[in-house]
């Protein structure tokens, strides 16, 4: 899972790996001991609990990580970056310890004043050592954290509404060094409690060869249909998504063999990396996992997990229903079509790979039946991983790939808890300034009360505040800052934080910064802007479904009338069928503008589900849809008088009649 552990930013996308080559082998080995033994501590610690106190696991959990981070950034030829690292490495193990070693000490303090100067030192270090790493993962979001340092400090210089009382440096330092909030408090306790093991559990499934079983299931279920690898680019990201949990993770995975397929089946560069894009970004939506996001809810909103997993079942069958529709129309549009034979049947595919199956569905019923602790179910889904691979030889593993997978598992998490750490430095100034509070305030003022303004707003905030960060880190604060505005206006929690969870998911892709888009079109060798900009226009028919569902609490399954439930989703489908053509700009036959605009105007009505809405929206889309059906027709019995001649191929022929119907 990793965005969970993913490359923040596309100028720095070589991984840590890349850097670790430039390391001495001693050192990477010991990096690699550190990682192991740090897995091996968060499964003692799932098993029988924290050690000590939950501030004492989260700075154990800390330390390690900030050493493997500054030390795998380590450059050879340059001795004062080099150094600088190292330094950076041993004071964050220093103030890490300090916190494990001196727990009672720190859990009598009652307040600032009690500080030593050491204490202060160490507190200080610390803060500069969480923000130097997030800044390397992400500048911006290390501009955030200090301007809300900033914020919260000096509080009686900001003009009207946004002044506060302030707090003096040492109380500052307390609350956010020694405190259980600041960098131990809600960041660190996601990263502890879910992240870990669920970017741990992504790396053991495909070390296994799950990716390799998804796609050959995913070829043979659907490589032959019309556009073929795009749809098989659907079907593996959409089965991947669960374990890999990272849009960019799932692009790398599943991307590096479906789109150089769908450029060899005709698709265009950009229009294969966007569409790929599209399949990997929906990923996050599926239960039972989210890519993480669902536990992270749980964590924020205390709903049920279960219940936020269930709630996630329509969206996410709406969103790939589009997806389907997208690649489908496009195929249909230029002539595509899939492969004539699978490479490898089905059935044999079955055959060979559904063992590895198990720790899904162990997993799911784990946290749905069984009601374990996310952590903890995490953790036996990664030994039943390890153990089902070993039932067969083509996808056993030996002890040097078991300690490979702990070790890649670490530094997948590694790479975003800088981001994760800094995150409580956020959330501290949020609180202790009462900004939080006033931002609902703010926002609804913005919006004159309205509860569509303020969703625009939201989704507007959530994307920027998420361009390039990873999503679960971009869910965080952006429920943080915005959720309770969503609430404020009258949403459901629930269908609050689902709909800033999909907006967060979105701002991978959505330009200027597509992060997403940029690793796609890097696969692809094709304008990572154009692609960009495409998978943002193929998106649309998803941010109607966002919309929906925030606005109808059926397609969230939270309706006890069933029959409003079944009604509600008809008319969403259909809403989401013909939003997805008027994106397209296909049907049956190429759409004019007219009908591109009746189809989508009606599908837009119909998502939104009221009766008179939905009536309306029928309407409107029979008259685009009856428009688009009398003129291909006629235009189809006018281009087919003529025979095809001598020697024009069928396939030729097709396109002329294609070409043609475009100009009619």
Known sequence: MSESGTITNPDRSGSLRNQLRENPRWLELGLSLIAVSLAAY???????????????????????????????????????KRWGDIVLAVVGVLTTAFVVFNYEHISNLIGASLLSPTDLLVGGLL??????????????????????????????????????????????????????????????????????????????????????????????????????????SLVASAGL?????????????????????????????????????????????????????????AELTGIPYATIAIAAIIPSVLYYLSAY???????????????????????????????????????????????????????????????????????????????????????????????????????????????????SEIMMAISGGSPLGTAA????????????????????????????????????????????????????????????????????????WRTGWLAFWYSIPGWAVAFAFLITPALLLQERSGLITVLNLLSATLGVVGITAGVAGYAIGVLRAHERLLLSIGAILLIFSSILSSLVGITVMSLGLALHVRRTRRCMAKLEEPTTSAGETHKGHDARIRKQSENV
Not at 137 to 154: E, K, N, P
Not at 292 to 297: C, S, T, V, W
Request: hydrophobic share 55%; glycine share 12%.
């Open 241 to 297: 998504g669960t374990m890999v949990g990272s849009s960019i993770g799932n692009v790398v995975t599943t991307g590096a063999i479906t789109i150089p397929l769908m450029k060899q089946a005709g698709f265009k560069p950009h229009v294969a990396a966007a569409i790929e894009v599209l399949n990997s970004e929906g990923a996050q939506l599926i239960p039972p996992v989210m890519g993480a996001g669902a536990f992270i809810m």
């Open 127 to 232: 803060i500069v050592i969480t923000l130097e790493a997030a800044r390397r993962q992400s500048v911006i979001f290390c501009l955030i954290a200090v301007i809300a340092i900033i914020y919260t400090i000096y509080g009686p210089y900001f003009p009207g509404m946004f002044r506060h009382p302030g707090i003096d440096l040492k109380r500052f330092i307390f609350l956010n060094a020694y405190g259980p909030e600041g960098i131990f408090g809600v960041g660190l306790a996601v990263a502890t409690n879910y992240l870990f093991m669920f970017i741990l559990l992504g790396v053991t499934l495909q070390a296994s060869g799950t990716s390799k079983f998804v796609i050959d299931v995913a070829d043979a279920a659907v490589g032959h249909l019309a556009g073929g690898p795009g749809k098989v």
């Open 325 to 439: 529709l997208i690649i489908h129309l496009e195929a249909k549009k230029n002539g595509l079509h899939g492969r004539k034979n699978s490479a490898v049947p089905i059935w044999i595919s079955i055959k060979r790979g559904w063992h590895l199956t198990l720790p899904i569905i162990a997993l799911f019923y784990m946290l749905i039946s069984v009601r374990l602790t996310v952590s903890y179910a995490g953790m036996i889904s990664v030994v039943v991983a390890i153990a089902v691979a070993q039932m067969r030889p083509h996808t056993r593993m030996s002890w040097k790939t078991i300690f490979g997978v702990f070790d890649n598992g670490v530094r997948s998490a590694v790479k975003i808890t800088g981001l994760i750490a800094a995150l409580g430095l956020i959330q501290q100034g949020l609180t202790i300034t009462g900004l939080g509070g006033r931002f």
């Open 457 to 528: 707003i939201v989704v507007a905030v959530t994307v920027i505040l998420g361009m390039g960060m990873p999503t679960p880190i971009a869910y965080v604060i952006a429920a943080i800052f915005v959720g309770p505005s969503l609430v404020d206006a009258g949403f459901p929690i629930l269908a609050a934080n689902m709909f800033i969870f999909f907006f967060a998911i979105k701002s991978g892709s959505t330009p200027p910064v597509a992060v997403v888009a940029v690793v796609a079109a890097g696969i692809a060798e094709a304008d990572w």
């Open 42 to 80: 968060m499964f003692y610690a799932t098993i029988f609990g924290p050690y000590r106190t939950t501030l004492v696991h989260r700075a154990i959990f800390l330390g390690p990580i900030l050493l493997i981070y500054f030390l795998s950034s380590c450059r050879s030829g340059n001795g004062v």
